[in-house]
């Protein structure tokens, strides 16, 4: 789990003469990720694609194109089929010639149809204004201009304005036709050059006669026809579509599997009578794979093992031969040739020192994990995979932080929809990594006794049935309960030291591996020390004298944890009250000691040896969210139902009014009410509660959703953040394997 698959390189030689045959069966296997030839063996050329590569690209190109202007999907394709190489001849150019003649058509009406449309919208200002077109130009000695702007400033401006003898206004609205007689002394453009500073749009008068409401009228008229046209034309197309849209998904699908393997001698190596495929495969996978390209091909064809890629820098070394220059390009090794490429088992060829695509190796119900380490990068194929990790974490640190019997219901509805209802694979994982959260929630909210912020399981089930006294666990929100608050604070903290040490741990593997014990020592090991010497030191009262009280009293009983909560205490038994004197001050020397040993090896990364602390105080947040969560839900339930209080001072607890509303003085819960809190929305009457209802479905749902953007990024950033950032690198190679998945096609 916490590695990907083991992979090995192999080399594919043989004679050119077999190289189709070879391509077929390598692609039907779709297991080789091929290792592209970089050119670096003197004599060998990249191949070339074999006879109809660009055939095949340009049909392929013209299904697509035809697919885009149908707007085919997944969801139209209908049962498989085969298709034949005449059937794509004739059946393509057949639909090809059908859609560009609809679509040609569907875009001169489209262009015509704007250009109405624009006309249109030109021309309502003047059936506005309502006088003919063909008033309103024409004139040798009168200027008419039409606009849109305030009657009263353009009135204002073209009376006060010199060269004008006379002008008279008409106006309907803002729509404003001026008509102006210039002085003979005037110049052209005296009109224009009067509206300038007033905000006034002008407008081209449509050329055309008589009124404008019948212009557009006549234009209207015409839009419909177009729009008729347009719809005649687009039932045609989607008629093709539904006639066609089978067959073109499955050419799409044969010519991508043509063209990939038809340009597949691109990636190999070849002389006039030989090549060379590398690629890698699962290791498991390597007798199958070889046995498969032989029956294929017989001894034409030579399949080696290069090498086993080891999950270590530099772990197995594969045996490397440079090529020789000056080879016999005239013979292949699997051609009975004495020299040229060989691979006999005698020595082998690397063409490129390439790393192995990683397959990560996880459990089905570990791998919707994989989308939240991948929202990061790949992990590389040496380094550790921390999505077995991501699984046992994330879930718990979100359903702790939300702890809620009706929100993780909630939660894990939909996930359930986003898994089942959605075919992609990102959808899928999301809708699994949110069951797993909303199962998690579910199981805290019932440790706390609380669905939808409500007692109901504390009340009914664990006093009531069970007759305890309170539930295993509580949020710590009341006075009577608070102690509990501070008890997360600790166990936070706890947790993330916790989480920390997986961490670096993994990285001082990792450059054990990587490197030496020298180097795990000093990068890893150093941070080790630190961390776990200063929590020592600081969980040991007599040594640190700063460290709150409570940070032992919630584990000796008598202080943070209230008396009987021995969930939340378990070392009570053994009675730790903080680690002796002794211990802490070994703590200090090893922290001492771990920081020397990063001084000495990364001198740098001296400057963030207070990470230790910080790291760990940043996962209070979980508390923090928590607390959060549980006053927001609080809050809600106190607006509809309102909430009571029993006791006094640090022994006040609070109740919602779920039945009634008590008075104070009134006694409930065994103890004497001391406050009303608020009165509750449910209890005010009719009209009030059409409000309280609205507020308690508006109120959850706000928290349900916060949920995720509060408890689901902080989760998420813990592991990012603190977590990946202790070890992870990433940026491994996707594994994309030569040959294909078929949906739409079938070859029986």
Not at 240 to 265: H, M, S, T, W, Y
Not at 369 to 389: C, Q
């Amino acid at each position: 789990m916490l590695r990907p698959e083991r992979m090995s390189k192999v080399s594919v030689t043989g004679s050119k003469r077999v190289m189709d045959d070879v391509v077929e069966a390598v692609h039907d296997c779709n297991l080789l990720h091929v290792t592209e030839y970089d050119g670096s063996w003197e004599g060998f050329e990249p191949g070339n694609p074999i006879d109809g590569a660009d055939d095949a690209s340009e049909k392929l190109v013209t299904v697509r194109s035809i697919e885009s202007i149908l707007d085919i999907d997944d969801e139209d394709a209908g049962p498989r089929r085969i298709v034949t190489d005449d059937a794509l001849d004739e059946e393509l150019e057949a639909v090809r010639e059908r859609v560009n003649e609809l679509e040609d058509r569907r875009d001169e009406i489209r262009t015509e149809l704007g250009t109405v449309e624009e006309k249109i919208s030109a021309a309502e200002p003047f059936a506005t204004l309502g006088i003919d077109l063909d008033l309103l130009s024409g004139y040798d000695t009168l200027d008419v201009v039409v606009g849109e702007g305030k009657r009263e400033a353009v009135e204002r401006a073209v009376v006060d304005a010199d060269g004008i003898d006379a002008v008279e206004l008409f106006g309907e609205g803002d729509v404003v036709a001026i008509v102006a007689k210039p002085a003979e002394t005037a110049d052209e453009d005296v009109l224009t050059d009067a509206l300038v500073g007033v905000d006034f749009t002008a407008l081209e008068v449509p050329d055309a006669e008589g009124s404008p409401e019948e212009y557009v009228a006549d234009l209207e008229h015409r839009q419909q026809q177009l729009e008729s046209r347009l719809r005649t034309v687009q039932d045609e197309l989607d008629e093709v579509k539904l006639d066609a849209a089978g067959f073109l998904l499955a050419a799409e699908e044969k010519l991508a599997i043509d063209v990939q393997k038809r340009e597949a001698p691109l990636s190999f190596a070849t002389t006039d009578n030989a090549f060379v495929a590398e690629g890698w495969i699962p290791t498991e996978e390597y007798t199958d794979f070889a046995a498969t390209i032989t029956d294929a091909v017989g001894d034409h064809v030579e399949v080696e093992e290069l090498e086993r890629a080891s999950f270590t820098a530099h772990g197995e070394e594969a045996v490397r031969e440079e090529v020789p220059a000056g080879v016999d390009e005239g013979a292949a090794a699997t051609d009975g040739g004495d020299d040229g490429v060989r691979a006999d088992g005698g020595s082998n060829v690397v063409m490129r020192d390439d790393s192995p695509p990683v397959i990560p190796d996880n459990p089905g119900v570990v791998k919707p994990f994989e989308i939240l380490t991948e929202a990061v990068s790949r992990p590389k194929y040496d380094e550790f995979d921390p999505t077995v990790v991501l699984f046992l974490t994330f879930p718990a640190f979100f359903g702790f932080m939300i702890g809620d019997l009706g929100y993780g219901a909630l939660y894990t509805l939909i996930g359930y929809y986003l898994y089942s209802q959605f075919d992609s694979d990102a959808f899928k994982s999301m809708g699994g990594v949110t069951i797993f959260a909303g199962l998690f929630t579910m199981l805290f909210g019932i440790l706390y006794g609380e669905i939808f912020g409500l007692h109901l399981i504390s009340t009914y089930f664990w006093e009531g049935a069970l007759g305890m006294a309170h539930p295993p666990m509580e949020k710590g929100l009341s006075p009577a309960g608070q102690s509990y608050a501070l008890t997360w604070l600790v166990v936070s903290i706890l947790v993330g030291i916790l989480h920390l040490n997986v961490g670096y741990v993994f990285d001082f593997i990792g450059n054990l591996e990587h490197h030496d014990a020298k180097h795990a020592l000093y990068e890893s090991g150093s941070w080790l020390l630190m961390l776990n010497g200063l929590w020592i030191a600081i969980l040991s009262p007599d040594v640190i004298s700063a460290t709150p009280d409570f940070m032992f009293t919630i584990f000796d009983g008598s202080g943070a944890a209230p008396e009987g909560a021995e969930a939340i205490h378990a070392t009570y038994a053994l009675g730790f009250n903080g680690f002796p004197q002794v211990i802490g001050i070994l703590g200090l020397a090893a922290f001492a000691l771990g920081l020397v040993l990063l001084v000495v090896g990364e001198p740098v990364e001296a400057i963030e040896f207070l990470n230790v602390l910080v790291n760990a105080l940043s996962y209070t947040r979980i508390a923090a969210v928590l607390l959060a969560k549980a006053g927001m839900a609080f809050t809600v339930n106190l607006l509809f139902f309102g909430v009571y209080v029993t006791g006094e001072g640090s022994e006040a607890a609070f109740h919602f009014g779920l039945g009634h509303m008590p008075h104070v003085g009134d006694m409930a819960h065994g103890h004497e009410v001391t406050e009303i809190m608020f009165g509750g929305l449910v209890h005010s009457g009719p009209a009030m509660l059409i409000v309280g209802l609205l507020v308690l479905v508006l109120g959850h749902a706000l928290v349900l959703a916060l949920g995720v953007t509060s408890a689901g990024l902080q989760a998420v950033r813990l592991e990012y953040v603190e977590f990946f950032g202790k070890f992870y690198g990433g940026g491994g190679k996707e594994y994309e394997p030569f040959g294909y998945e078929r949906t739409y096609t079938t070859e029986d």
